[in-house]
């Protein structure tokens, strides 16, 4: 993908982050959060094939607001599903078949989903670096995947070992079969060490 979509994509994220951090009643929810950022991706991602990168940023604006706006509303009844239904009959038309774009990528929507790590509460999606967020939407590491679902195994891991962690994977070329025989148990700094060795 271009980097214009990544970057847009990206803007279309930290905003629905910046929301979330004003949301206090969605604070405890990260299930909630985590079908926000599907939705929103699915919206942006729909608007991009059938128009364009402002139209999508716009929609997925929309949408984010619309998603936290009825979940505040209904907040004794936070049923996640009524929800996505309403933000897509307000943000996603009526479309015809659009060929003249290439298809987005889905590859860099489930890493954003893995590196933001939305069911994990302790992790704070505004303190990952947008750098770094572009940094893996655009590798080419068909590996990122796996290493951070490898991560997300570690419910030891502290998020500020997390985001140190997060520069070191993107240079990891190592196969992903080589990686299950890293014990997840183990100490942190050993397991580091295991999964970075050459």
Request: glycine content about 2%; aromatic content about 14%.
């Amino acid at each position: 993908m271009s980097s214009e979509y990544i970057n847009v994509y990206i803007n279309a994220i930290s905003e629905y982050i910046r929301s979330l951090e004003k949301a206090e009643f969605l604070n405890d929810r990260c299930d909630l959060i985590a079908i926000g950022f599907r939705a929103l991706t699915h919206v942006f991602n729909m608007n991009y094939l059938n128009s364009n990168l402002e139209t999508a940023l716009y929609s997925s604006q929309k949408a984010h607001i619309y998603y936290i706006e009825y979940l505040s509303q209904t907040k004794y009844d936070l049923n996640p599903t009524n929800a996505i239904l309403f933000i897509y009959t307000k943000t996603l038309g009526m479309y015809k078949e659009n060929n003249a774009k290439p298809p987005f990528d889905l590859r860099i929507s489930k890493v954003a989903e893995l590196l933001y790590w939305w069911e994990n509460p302790n992790i704070v999606p505004s303190q990952i670096p947008k750098s770094l967020v572009y940094d893996y939407l655009s590798s080419s590491n068909e590996y990122l995947s796996f290493y951070l679902e490898t991560i997300h195994k570690r419910q030891t891991i502290t998020p500020t070992e997390y985001i140190q962690l997060l520069p070191k994977l993107l240079t990891l070329r190592k196969s992903p079969f080589n990686l299950r025989d890293v014990d997840e148990t183990e100490p942190y700094n050993l397991w580091v060490s295991k999964i970075m060795e050459p």
